[in-house]
């Protein structure tokens, strides 16, 4: 069965949606999350105030939504570089990617992710389905099978573990107010995690 061809009103929507939701996002980003209204947003996309919420319910809704965007500029990030990486080297592209991506966003709005999840998430921030998680899952599947990590632990339970730590790490980051280099950090981290996995049991 074909799929329903979008029509002028749907377009319309779609627009006004991405419109609100671009502007909000980088609102957030150059003011903080809690330094901007979502009459501010409203205003700067050119709509009404109700029209925001018919969209979205508060302002979380936007961070949270940012992880779409991450895992989409994540398979980008990897399906650029991973042809001329190492399996291991593969493995590392996940953190490097978060580190990068962190910095870019900043201190603040870093917080908010953690923050909103708690409070207001979804369980895509840990779904395995989130390509964030099957890309690496299965770059330490090939780094079992060409014999340079060990293969008595599953994937699942090392990307589970690359992931936790990243996130520890990120956490870390923000504790500190940003005060060091994350990507040097979280890349040193996760090589000494990798020289563990190494190693014979």
Not at 81 to 102: D, G, S
């Given at each position: 069965m074909s799929k329903?061809?979008?029509?002028?009103?749907?377009?319309?929507?779609?627009?006004?949606?991405?419109?609100?939701?671009?502007?909000?996002?980088r609102l957030i980003t150059e003011k903080g999350f809690d330094n901007v209204t979502i009459e501010e947003i409203a205003k700067e996309s050119g709509v009404a105030k109700g029209l925001f919420y018919h969209y979205f319910r508060s302002k979380d809704d936007i961070v949270i939504e940012t992880y779409l965007i991450i895992d989409k500029s994540y398979s980008e990030?990897?399906?650029?570089?991973?042809?001329?990486?190492?399996?291991?080297?593969?493995?590392?592209?996940?953190?490097?990617?978060?580190?990068?991506?962190?910095?870019?966003l900043g201190v603040d709005f870093v917080r908010q992710i953690y923050k909103s999840q708690l409070y207001a998430g979804t369980e895509f921030f840990i779904s395995k389905e989130r390509p964030f998680y099957t890309i690496l899952r299965d770059a330490i599947r090939d780094a079992q099978s060409e014999g340079s990590i060990r293969s008595d632990i599953s994937a699942e339970k090392i990307a589970n573990l690359v992931l936790t730590c990243g996130r520890g790490m990120l956490y870390d980051w923000c504790l500190h107010d940003g005060d060091y280099d994350l990507e040097e950090s979280m890349t040193s981290q996760l090589n000494m995690i990798i020289q563990g996995l190494q190693k014979a049991p």
């Open positions: 329903k061809k979008p029509t002028k009103r749907d377009l319309q929507a779609a627009e006004t949606r991405d419109k609100i939701f671009s502007t909000a996002f990030f990897y399906q650029e570089r991973a042809p001329h990486c190492t399996a291991v080297e593969r493995i590392l592209l996940t953190v490097i990617f978060q580190a990068r991506h962190a910095t870019k």
